[in-house]
T-cell receptor
Framework: DAKTTQPTSMDCAEGRAANLPCNHS???????VYWYRQIHSQGPQYIIH???NNETNEMASLIITEDRKSSTLILPHATLRDTAVYYCIVRVSRTQGGSEKLVFGKGTKLTVNP | DTGVSQDPRHKITKRGQNVTFRCDPI?????LYWYRQTLGQGPEFLTYFQNEAQLEKSRLLSDRFSAERPKGSFSTLEIQRTEQGDSAMYLC???????????FGPGTRLTVL
């Protein structure tokens, strides 16, 4: 079962920041937070992952609270092409012997409006 | 295009028929995964290969399902005696070494009538 809780849906205006929350109150010390997204009729796409420090890449930023019980994925300037289902996943990194499989919940359906 | 490819993209079959799907991973990726996704749900793990060895199978993978990766490159997923409950999107993903990122293909949408 998924170890995360996400809102079912969110809306965002084009050009504004999209902030997608995720609760993972039972996260273990060696579990990372991963984010994937799935655009309609496509396979999931990796976005970013982190352990406890905030992370940023060309797609998004990941903010993890100090107690690691929740995190926020930030799309700084959302575009219409960012409309997708966003999945938050917690798992042990494979470099630390974690499972191969990804356990997806239902995710958050983000709609970016013009 | 050097991404993960899947064939066919769509398959409609009648209940009781056998179907086979193919996945071509990204070149040199030694790990290959199969997931299933039903409407409104996130993908569910079915099985994975490291090279040609099938190392993990989900309990979702009943005895009607079989997956192979004979030469450690492409993989096939066969469903025998299909049932209406098998209707879903079947996703394939691949990854390299100990990298955490899995690259997904576009999926094969199966409809069982």
């Amino acid at each position: 079962d998924a170890k995360t809780t996400q809102p079912t849906s969110m809306d965002c205006a084009e050009g504004r920041a999209a902030n997608l929350p995720c609760n993972h109150s039972t996260i273990s010390g060696n579990e990372y937070v991963y984010w994937y997204r799935q655009i309609h009729s496509q396979g999931p796409q990796y976005i970013i992952h982190g352990l406890k420090n905030n992370e940023t890449n060309e797609m998004a930023s990941l903010i993890i609270t100090e107690d690691r019980k929740s995190s926020t994925l930030i799309l700084p300037h959302a575009t219409l092409r960012d409309t997708a289902v966003y999945y938050c996943i917690v798992r042990v990194s494979r470099t630390q012997g974690g499972s191969e499989k990804l356990v997806f919940g239902k995710g958050t359906k983000l709609t970016v409006n013009p | 295009d050097t991404g993960v490819s899947q064939d066919p993209r769509h398959k409609i079959t009648k209940r009781g028929q056998n179907v086979t799907f193919r996945c071509d991973p990204i070149s040199e990726h030694n790990r290959l995964y199969w997931y299933r996704q039903t409407l409104g749900q996130g993908p569910e793990f079915l099985t994975y290969f490291q090279n040609e060895a099938q190392l993990e199978k989900s309990r979702l993978l009943s005895d009607r399902f079989s997956a192979e990766r004979p030469k450690g490159s492409f993989s096939t997923l066969e469903i025998q005696r299909t049932e209406q409950g098998d209707s879903a999107m079947y996703l394939c993903a691949s990854s390299l070494g100990l990298a955490d990122e899995q690259f997904f293909g576009p999926g094969t949408r199966l409809t069982v009538l």
